[in-house]
């Protein structure tokens, strides 16, 4: 058992419905496996589940716990800040694939 830490300015999406919430309503949350770290308080790039950047968020909780069925989970919300523009989107994907996610098939 142990916490894992997050890059600083990710904020990976891995249900479109959690993405939606969050785009939708302005606040969110998305439920990560096994116990994390996230940057409470802190302006992070919001990422979809085909690792496009989406939005600036800002974390407002992050609560780990072990869940019913005995998992480790991290619950993240958060609030929209702002969308991103297309060219601050292309930007942001770029630099992400060539920081955390590796390279992207095409180029």
Do not use: H, W
Not at 8 to 34: A, H, I, P, T
Not at 44 to 65: G, H
Not at 71 to 89: A, G, H, I, N
Not at 92 to 102: H, K, V
């Amino acid at each position: 058992m142990g916490f894992q830490t997050e890059f600083n300015s990710v904020c990976k999406f891995k249900s479109e419905q959690e993405l939606y919430e969050l785009l939708e309503y302005g606040r969110g949350k998305m439920v990560k496996n096994g116990f994390r770290v996230y940057p409470t308080g802190q302006k992070v790039i919001a990422y979809t589940p085909d690792n496009r950047a989406i939005a600036i968020v800002k974390i407002v909780a992050s609560i780990a716990e072990i869940n019913f069925q005995g998992q480790e989970v991290t619950e993240v919300e958060m609030e929209l800040v702002r969308k991103l523009t297309d060219e601050e989107s292309r930007i942001q994907t770029d630099l992400a694939y060539e920081m955390f996610f590796g390279e992207q098939e095409g180029k």
